[in-house]
């Protein structure tokens, strides 16, 4: 079978919704054994509920990403009972905002989920990659290699992991372990609904419509179009993948000049 993660155990943070959960989702059913790493443990415990219900095998673990010590101890505790082949550094944070509008706070949180969430798991899961190899997934995004209005922070962290992938893929590849990264445009998920609903109350069809066309192809994506990319890169079949970040826009890079 293509794709085959048979017996192969993945870690995947932020697996409680959106792209991480489509992601643990795909994974179980290409045959890994999926730890969602998860601040909301109830929202793991149901997406772990439903990946066992139809036959997969997933855990869910209540984690901070980033507090260093919180990983660590997550990683260790799933790193001794199986080898962990797979990190998959989805959890993140929004925030809207130019620099005036953003405040040290604001600024701090993000990137304590956005970059030293990415930099603790990558921390935290290389003991039991160096030995026999591994793969690490970073969820970048479009706003990381080009400007977009009101994304000062965001913008600024997703940067930062896309050159943090550059670097673990440079300095790792030696230990056979590979590091790629997904830049997404916009993705419908829960978040694009809880946007809408809080900045535009009673316009939300009417807006969600407009940052659709935002893409030249016409839509929004999906989280299981990220998710099939991520089985891909995770997979043997992207073997020789590796040091590069894959933008899944529907052509908002290439083709949005006029």
Same mark, same amino acid.
């Given at each position: 079978?293509?794709?085959?993660?048979?017996?192969?155990?993945?870690?995947?943070?932020?697996?409680?919704?959106?792209?991480?959960?489509?992601?643990?989702?795909?994974?179980?059913?290409?045959?890994?054994?999926?730890?969602?790493?998860?601040?909301?443990?109830?929202?793991?415990?149901?997406?772990?509920?439903?990946?066992?219900?139809?036959?997969?095998?997933?855990?869910?673990?209540? #984690?901070?990403?980033?507090?260093?010590?919180?990983?660590?101890?997550?990683?260790?505790?799933?790193?001794?009972?199986?080898?962990?082949?797979?990190?998959?550094?989805?959890?993140?944070?929004?925030?809207?905002?130019?620099?005036?509008?953003?405040?040290?706070?604001?600024?701090?949180?993000?990137?304590?989920?956005?970059?030293?969430?990415?930099?603790?798991?990558?921390?935290?899961?290389?003991?039991?990659?160096?030995?026999?190899?591994?793969?690490?997934?970073?969820?970048?995004?479009?706003?990381?290699?080009?400007?977009?209005?009101?994304?000062?922070?965001?913008?600024?962290?997703?940067?930062?992991?896309?050159?943090?992938?550059?670097?673990?893929?440079?300095?790792?590849?030696?230990?056979?372990?590979? #590091?790629?990264?997904?830049?997404?445009?916009?993705?419908?998920?829960?978040?694009?609904?809880?946007?809408?609903?809080?900045?535009?109350?009673?316009?939300?069809?009417?807006?969600?419509?407009?940052?659709?066309?935002?893409?030249?192809?016409?839509?929004?994506?999906?989280?299981?179009?990220?998710?099939?990319?991520?089985?891909?890169? #995770?997979?043997?079949?992207?073997?020789?993948?590796?040091?590069?970040?894959?933008?899944?826009?529907?052509?908002?890079?290439?083709?949005?000049?006029?």
């Amino acid at each position: 079978m293509k794709f085959d993660l048979t017996q192969k155990t993945a870690v995947v943070t932020g697996g409680g919704s959106g792209i991480g959960s489509a992601i643990a989702k795909t994974f179980a059913s290409h045959g890994a054994h999926v730890h969602i790493l998860e601040l909301d443990s109830e929202a793991a415990e149901a997406v772990t509920t439903e990946i066992t219900e139809t036959g997969g095998t997933a855990f869910a673990h209540e #984690c901070n990403v980033s507090i260093q010590d919180q990983v660590v101890e997550t990683m260790a505790a799933i790193g001794t009972s199986a080898p962990i082949d797979i990190l998959v550094n989805n959890a993140g944070i929004a925030h809207i905002g130019n620099v005036e509008e953003t405040t040290a706070t604001d600024f701090d949180r993000v990137f304590d989920i956005n970059v030293k969430g990415v930099y603790n798991c990558i921390f935290g899961v290389l003991p039991f990659m160096k030995d026999k190899g591994g793969v690490v997934l970073n969820m970048a995004s479009i706003a990381g290699s080009m400007g977009i209005n009101k994304r000062f922070a965001y913008s600024a962290s997703k940067g930062a992991v896309l050159t943090m992938t550059y670097s673990v893929a440079k300095d790792y590849v030696k230990f056979g372990i590979r #590091c790629n990264s997904i830049s997404p445009a916009r993705i419908h998920s829960p978040l694009v609904d809880g946007y809408l609903e809080k900045n535009f109350p009673g316009e939300e069809a009417a807006m969600f419509e407009k940052l659709s066309k935002t893409q030249p192809i016409g839509r929004m994506g999906t989280s299981q179009e990220v998710a099939d990319l991520a089985l891909y890169l #995770c997979s043997d079949e992207a073997a020789f993948v590796t040091g590069t970040d894959f933008p899944i826009d529907g052509g908002f890079i290439k083709l949005n000049g006029d």
